[in-house]
């Protein structure tokens, strides 16, 4: 396979090659390794069926509520939702979704981040109206079921259950 990259891309994959003194041709597989996953997992008919699945999931955990969701066309996908801030276990809900999509494990984090949107605070309001969540693959495609049962061994059971947060 011959690979054209842009000047600016070459010469920055060069110093990174050079700087881990590998060669080019390993320091781009290395990298692509990192991100590519094996081909028995590329399946975007499974990506598009398994975001229901971690949908239904999310909308389940008390004080939130599902905005939209969405599959790209490169099977990355993404979750957004709001968290009722004056909902007695917001914090809560925030804390433990962090915990487990963002830092689960030092050594096998998942494939996620879990992060606060907002459009610019000073030309719409306050976080009650206009602050929402959004949970992302970092990668492509991860399965978003695998993601939702992740989050089903880790926070509360069952999920809906008030009783069970505290």
Do not use: C
């Not at 110093?15 to 080019?24: G, N, W």
């Not at 390794?33 to 028995?40: C, F, Q």
């Not at 925030?94 to 907002?118: D, R, Y």
């Not at 399965?143 to 505290?166: C, K, Y």
């Amino acid at each position: 396979m011959e690979l054209t990259l842009p000047r600016k891309l070459r010469k920055g994959l060069e110093k990174e090659a050079k700087d881990a003194r590998i060669s080019l041709n390993a320091h781009i597989v290395k990298k692509l390794e990192r991100i590519t996953p094996p081909s028995e997992y590329i399946d975007l008919e499974r990506v598009r069926k398994n975001i229901e699945k971690l949908v239904a999931y999310l909308d389940r955990i008390p004080g939130l509520s599902i905005i939209s969701y969405d599959v790209t066309p490169d099977a990355y996908w993404w979750v957004k939702f709001d968290i009722d801030i004056q909902h007695e276990l917001s914090w809560s809900v925030v804390q433990e979704l962090g915990f487990v999509l963002n830092f689960i494990s030092l050594n096998e984090p998942l494939p996620t981040v879990f992060k606060p949107v907002s459009p610019p605070p000073y030309l719409n309001g306050g976080p009650d109206d206009y602050l929402s969540w959004a949970v992302e693959s970092t990668f492509n495609y991860i399965d978003p079921g695998w993601i939702a049962d992740t989050l089903e061994e880790r926070l509360p059971r069952p999920v809906n259950d008030v009783s069970q947060w505290r």
